[in-house]
């Protein structure tokens, strides 16, 4: 079951490639953890400090941006990963650490913040493999995350996000993942979903780097059998069937398809217990327009202090539809505004879809841009650049290509 959104009713993100929120640093290719699917290769090589500095002046020329993830690999694994942060804190972004967080200690938080970190967003699903984790549902890996998410509020002042794949056989799970979300609203700032795709479809394409066919089988890491149409409406259909008032706010549509949801967010305002409403489009425009009129910059993520004052919000219903809705519920409860009320954001991206014809859907104003040979490029697809020195091009195989319809007796006497 999947559920009819209209892009028209949503705002759609201002960011753009040269403009845009954030930028994607991967100071390693080492990872400590084999998930399934997953579109890097495990490699021991971390970059130098110095062909670091030389990614950031590739995103300081070409990408005006808020902050700036620090992923790979799992950048825990390099052994500088403490002044890297350090450095892209220098030059003014909001250093975002993406990690699934097997290497990651308290001492070891607290002295990248004292470098200027600003947050984390943790991947932990049920399919990465995790030592004593193996065979754990997705319900049972919320202990892991809450372990993380206290860890995070101990040290303080860090944001806290999580990521989850979705795959086929986890979809019934996100409903769970979404209400342990606002269990721990207070800790948990952001929930991201990514729907599962896989690297090559051979029976389905052949592949090409400019005029030369090639093989990509070293970028197949598994076929897994999962589903890779999984799409962002269907998982909100999912989310709807717990939380039937569950309603996006903005998105980014797909190069290819304009009407698509490559990035959804969710934005809802509540405490541990209950959920009063979601912002709407009105109210995500204003936090885009304004930081960029303050800073230059589109905002990526919001201190944790600001987070916590979402009862704020409520005193500008008279311009959005969603916080108008959380304030008369509000009203029925007094005492709420004065009380903490918490901003939580629930996000769902769809990576690249190849479409019948061969054409790929990839982000429109996509925020995971990183940098290959001196230019950004799609760290999702980075693997090809490696590989084959350049992107690939999909062609459908001739078995695989629909059939065009035979022209009727009025086609024909149109046609001359």
């Known amino acids: 079951m999947t ?14 490639l040269p403009d845009n929120a954030i930028a994607w640093l991967e100071p390693t290719m080492k990872c400590n953890l084999a998930c399934e699917g997953c579109y890097r290769a495990n490699v021991s090589q971390h970059k130098s400090l110095e062909e670091v500095a030389a990614d950031l002046d590739v995103f300081d020329r070409y990408r005006n941006a808020d902050g700036v ?14 002044d890297i942060v350090r450095m892209v804190a220098d030059r003014g972004w909001k250093p975002i650490l993406n990690t699934n967080g097997l290497a990651l200690t308290e001492d070891l938080l607290r002295e990248m913040k004292r470098g200027g970190l600003f947050g984390l967003t943790l991947h932990i699903d049920s399919k990465q493999h995790r030592p004593k984790w193996k065979n754990k549902t997705e319900q049972e890996h919320n202990a892991l995350r809450l372990h993380y998410a206290e860890m995070v509020a101990r040290v303080g002042g860090l944001t806290c996000s999580f990521n989850a794949t979705v795959y086929g056989d986890t979809l019934d799970a996100v409903p769970d993942l979404v209400a342990w979300a606002q269990e721990h609203i207070d800790i948990v700032h952001v929930m991201v979903f990514i729907c599962y795709r896989e690297p090559a479809q051979p029976t389905q ?60 967010l969710a934005s809802r305002l509540g405490t541990r217990k209950r959920i009063y409403g979601y ?45 108008r809705r959380a304030f008369l519920r ?13 901003l939580q954001s629930i996000m769902i991206i769809s990576p690249v879809e190849v479409l019948a014809d061969g ?23 980075l693997e090809e650049c490696i590989h084959f020195g350049q992107f690939v091009r999909t062609v459908p195989k001739e078995h695989a290509m629909p059939k065009p319809a035979k022209p009727d007796l009025v086609t024909l006497r149109l046609g001359g």
Request: charged letters at 25%; proline letters at 8%.
């Open 3 to 16: 559920t009819t959104l209209d892009h028209r009713q949503l705002y759609r993100l201002p960011w753009t």
């Open 69 to 82: 993830s620090i992923a790979g690999g799992d950048p825990l694994t390099h052994p500088q990963i403490v």
């Open 205 to 264: 394409f052949d592949y090409y780097a400019g005029g030369q066919k090639v093989d990509m089988g070293p970028l197949t890491y598994e076929d897994t059998g999962q589903r890779i149409d999984i799409s962002a409406p269907e998982v909100v259909a999912k989310i709807r069937q717990r939380f039937p008032d569950f309603e996006p706010c903005a998105y980014l549509n797909g190069t290819e398809k304009p009407d698509s949801f490559k990035w959804l």
């Open 279 to 323: 912002t709407g489009r009105k109210m995500m425009e204003l936090a885009q327009v304004s930081h960029h009129l303050r800073t230059g910059r589109y905002m990526a993520y919001a201190p944790p202090a600001v987070l916590r004052r979402g009862r704020w919000l409520l005193w500008l219903w008279p311009f959005d539809r969603g916080v």
């Open 330 to 342: 509000a009203l029925r409860s007094p005492s709420l505004l004065f009380r903490r009320l918490h």
């Open 359 to 381: 054409r790929q859907n990839m982000c429109d104003g996509c925020p995971d841009m990183t940098v290959w040979d001196g230019e950004l490029a799609w760290s999702c697809r």
